[in-house]
Nanobody, 115 residues
Framework: QVQLVESGGGLVQAGGSLRLSCAASGSISSLGTMGWYRQAPGKQRELVAEVTSGGNTVYADSVKGRFTIARDNAKNSVYLQMNSLKPEDTAVYYC?????????WGQGTQVTVSS
């Protein structure tokens, strides 16, 4: 059984920073793509950032230059450093790990940015 456990969300003022963490356990390799998605109220879930096993990264245009994704294969974990946060970054953030024809999601962590 695969579990993804996220942490690090919270309430922050605009311009502040947060760091999200996602640790995987169970039968899932530390290789493969790791990613973060988010879903704001009334909106579809969208890609925030992904990092491949080779270290290549993809970012949503809205977070480029402000967010940084990183992975630690030894800990089977992925992180999202979020700087210069804006109210429009408010959403539930989900960790996503595709592995062997299955996509695993974390339970989500709330990020709220006040103006």
């Amino acid at each position: 059984q695969v579990q993804l456990v996220e942490s690090g969300g919270g309430l922050v003022q605009a311009g502040g920073s947060l760091r999200l963490s996602c640790a995987a356990s169970g039968s899932i390799s530390s290789l493969g793509t790791m990613g973060w998605y988010r879903q704001a109220p009334g909106k579809q879930r969208e890609l925030v950032a992904e990092v491949t096993s080779g270290g290549n990264t993809v970012y949503a245009d809205s977070v480029k230059g402000r967010f940084t994704i990183a992975r630690d294969n030894a800990k089977n974990s992925v992180y999202l450093q979020m700087n210069s946060l804006k109210p429009e970054d408010t959403a539930v953030y989900y960790c996503r790990r595709p592995w062997r024809f299955t996509v695993y999601w974390g339970q989500g962590t709330q990020v709220t940015v006040s103006s």
